[in-house]
């Protein structure tokens, strides 16, 4: 299922002029430069380079990496992708977080475009103006090194948490008051999972007409849910088993893994059912308990269970905020390494103006300033943390 041998050649433009460069990933991940002659006419373009996988697999990544969330990097200026990206890279992180969800313009202080979610009126019908601006991300994401996990749906969209209410919302959870109509409910389910196939499934023009499942050196992982069943008593233990074995029917032996997308904190994250699934590749956790005792007990947990059932596991939200930001990222990172964990801070975001953060539980007309010295966001103007990242990237790089 995984080779440990790559090549992928990067041209800026199918159309472009002599002499080109290509840049070919090596399994080293370095991009080396050579010349070849192509045709002599020239097109400008501003837009991401084509990329065209040549034959020969790809290099997978260890069980033990440094990741970020930046869930929304996908509706940002190309321009801010590309400094983002370029950071990570020189910080030795090798996976970027995303979801499948809506993003506002200029959310967050950022330069945003802005995002619609896949299905925000009706199951089944797609809206796939998110996927297109995924696809003139990866480019990129090859061209840096680094490589996305996807949560395909954000559990948070189901009862309008952070003022979205989505097709699932609407029609399977009665506005957001009935989780049950949606976690235990056979069409819901059959709704859900022909989502998730649709996005694997999408065609990606600037990866050379492939479908997401069948760009590995793009996109590490398939997350099925973000913390799904948050906030519900877990309503169906079995639901993150089910979605992923329709969905490895799907894919089949994509070399793109499939993951849980995490719980809402380390209980629900870490279901013995998830580890019995056999089509389950990566078990997720989260949690913003900032006990380190706590954390360092269920990380042990974590990392003996998947050792007892052979899953990758990923510690993949965590985070503080104000001035223990820094402490904490290190010391959890820190910890992840010792034990032999993936592990993915709450969340790298530029730049860190202050921004209204919507409050609906007060109603629709209620905000809030916050901030990223106030919120879970930081960047590399927070010098402390993002030392804090790098160093320990380093370390689980092997450095």
């Known amino acids: 299922?995984?080779?440990?041998?790559?090549?992928?050649?990067?041209?800026?433009?199918?159309?472009?002029?002599?002499?080109?460069?290509?840049?070919?990933?090596?399994?080293?991940?370095?991009?080396?430069?050579?010349?070849?002659?192509?045709?002599?006419?020239?097109?400008?373009?501003?837009?991401?380079?084509?990329?065209?996988?040549?034959?020969?697999?790809?290099?997978?990544?260890?069980?033990?990496?440094?990741?970020?969330?930046?869930?929304?990097?996908?509706?940002?200026?190309?321009?801010?992708?590309?400094?983002?990206?370029?950071?990570l890279q020189q910080a030795g992180v090798k996976t970027v977080r995303i979801f499948i969800t809506s993003f506002n313009s200029g959310g967050k202080g950022t330069d945003a475009v802005g995002s619609s979610d896949l299905e925000l009126y009706s199951p089944g019908t797609y809206d796939d103006s998110i996927l297109g601006q995924v696809d003139e991300l990866m480019p990129l994401l090859v061209q840096y090194g680094i490589r996305l996990s996807i949560a395909m749906h954000d559990r948070w969209n189901l009862d309008s948490t952070w003022g979205i209410c989505d097709a699932y919302c609407s029609t399977y959870c009665n506005g957001g008051s009935n989780l049950a109509g949606f976690y235990n409910s056979e069409a819901a389910q059959n709704s859900f999972d022909a989502r998730l196939a649709h996005i694997v499934n999408h065609v990606n023009p600037r990866m050379g007409n492939r479908a997401w499942k069948d760009i590995p050196e793009a996109i590490f992982a398939f997350d099925i849910q973000n913390e799904g069943q948050g906030n519900s008593n877990i309503l169906n233990a079995d639901w993150w088993c089910g979605r992923a074995t329709a969905l490895r029917r799907v894919i089949g032996d994509s070399r793109v893994l499939i993951g849980t997308g995490g719980g809402q904190d380390f209980y629900p994250s870490l279901l013995t059912q998830n580890f019995e699934c056999g089509a389950l590749d990566i078990v997720a956790m989260h949690t913003y308990n900032n006990d380190i005792n706590y954390v360092t007990s269920n990380l042990q947990n974590a990392a003996s269970l998947a050792n007892t059932y052979n899953k990758r596991i990923e510690f993949q939200e965590f985070g503080a905020t104000g001035g223990g930001k820094s402490g904490w990222i290190g010391q959890v990172a820190s910890l992840s390494n010792n034990l032999g964990i993936a592990w993915l801070p709450w969340e790298v975001s530029k730049p860190g103006n202050e921004y209204l953060f919507p409050l609906p539980s007060l109603g629709t007309d209620f905000f809030s300033y916050a901030g990223i010295s106030n919120d879970y966001e930081f960047w590399t103007d927070d010098t402390a943390t993002w030392s804090a990242l790098a160093q320990n990237a380093r370390v689980a790089n092997g450095g």
């Open 1 to 87: 299922m995984e080779t440990t041998t790559s090549e992928l050649v990067i041209i800026d433009n199918p159309n472009t002029f002599t002499p080109e460069t290509v840049a070919t990933e090596t399994t080293t991940s370095e991009l080396v430069v050579i010349d070849v002659p192509v045709s002599t006419t020239r097109t400008p373009t501003t837009t991401s380079p084509v990329f065209v996988e040549v034959p020969g697999g790809f290099t997978p990544l260890p069980k033990l990496y440094a990741g970020v969330n930046c869930y929304f990097i996908y509706s940002l200026t190309q321009g801010t992708q590309i400094e983002i990206l370029s950071a």
